[in-house]
């Protein structure tokens, strides 16, 4: 999935988390900060790089806003997910320590996350685009008595010192990203293997139309590890966003799209996939 002379994009600076996790999906490619989710995906078409490391949900956090409409319409592939650790730590410039600080800079999302170390220091919040982002901010105004939010990384990229390490609240905070090709990259079927494959659709205007278009799913015995609707214009559902645990060469998962295709409009896969091992370790 990577050599060296590849480049994987993402968005954000460098030393965000997509950063972070570029880097161990994918450590012999060179990452690529781009400055939206949509340059990101522009930079795999245009052949800037080969492939795109894109957040989808936190457990913290919830969904991803907006990656999930660029999905259907990006014009790449899902090949990979990965699931990365979010390690928050309180970086600061050189010979900061904690009863100097006075502010603390970091994405919307990680704010939230630090409460305790927030408070108990009482500190000053201000949100920055990424949490790399308040890193570079900190080193360039070199006052002790500000802080970053970020990862160890940043603080590496930046030239800060770490003061304190994992200030994060909560510790299965954990990021899952989806790793997207300009080409579709399905792996062979195995059917002691586990797979995940994305696809959206819209329903046609008939009674029931979305239970009926799941109904194939369950009596193949394939369960939905995601399942989300988008709503068009006028509030009315126009599209679904399903995630299936099967391989579109079992047997199991052609008989339920024959179903799904009878009750459903524009069905369109967009990868095939294994499942990440954080998946059995989560269970």
Same mark, same amino acid.
């Given at each position: ?41 522009? #930079?795999?078409?245009? +052949? ?26 990006? +014009? ?12 928050? #730590? ?10 100097? %600080? ?7 999302? #990680? ?43 940043? $603080? ?39 797979? %995940? ?20 799913? $369950? ?50 896969? %967009? ?13």
């Amino acid at each position: 999935m990577s050599n060296t002379k590849s480049k994987i994009a993402f968005q954000g600076h460098e030393g965000a988390y997509s950063d972070l996790a570029c880097r161990a999906a994918c450590p012999d490619m060179q990452t690529l900060p781009c400055a939206s989710f949509e340059d990101a995906f522009k #930079a795999v078409r245009n +052949g800037d790089a080969h492939l795109a490391m894109i957040p989808v949900d936190n457990t913290l956090a919830g969904r991803v806003a907006d990656v999930h409409h660029l999905l259907p319409a990006g +014009g790449l592939y899902i090949i990979a997910e990965h699931f990365q650790a979010i390690r928050h #730590a309180l970086l600061g410039v050189k010979g900061a320590k904690p009863e100097d %600080l006075k502010h603390a800079h970091s994405h919307v999302h #990680a704010i939230p996350q630090c409460r305790k170390i927030i408070k108990k220091l009482g500190l000053q919040p201000h949100v920055r685009a990424d949490t790399a982002a308040a890193a570079a901010r900190v080193a360039e105004q070199g006052d002790k008595s500000h802080a970053a939010i970020a990862s160890s990384l940043a $603080a590496e990229i930046y030239g800060l010192d770490v003061i304190i390490d994992d200030v994060q609240d909560e510790d299965h905070n954990t990021t899952r990203f989806l790793i997207l090709s300009g080409d579709p990259q399905v792996p062979a079927y195995n059917e002691n293997e586990k797979f %995940l494959t994305s696809l959206v659709y819209g329903v046609r205007n008939i009674p029931a139309a979305l239970y009926k278009s799941l109904g194939g799913f $369950a009596t193949n015995g394939l369960s939905l590890a995601k399942l989300e609707s988008y709503v068009g214009e006028g509030f009315n559902v126009a599209q679904f966003y399903a995630e299936v645990e099967g391989h579109p060469d079992s047997r199991a998962f052609q008989l339920a799209r024959e179903e799904l295709d009878f009750y459903a409009s524009e069905v369109k896969i %967009l990868g095939t996939y294994s499942a990440h091992s954080f998946r059995e370790s989560a269970v």
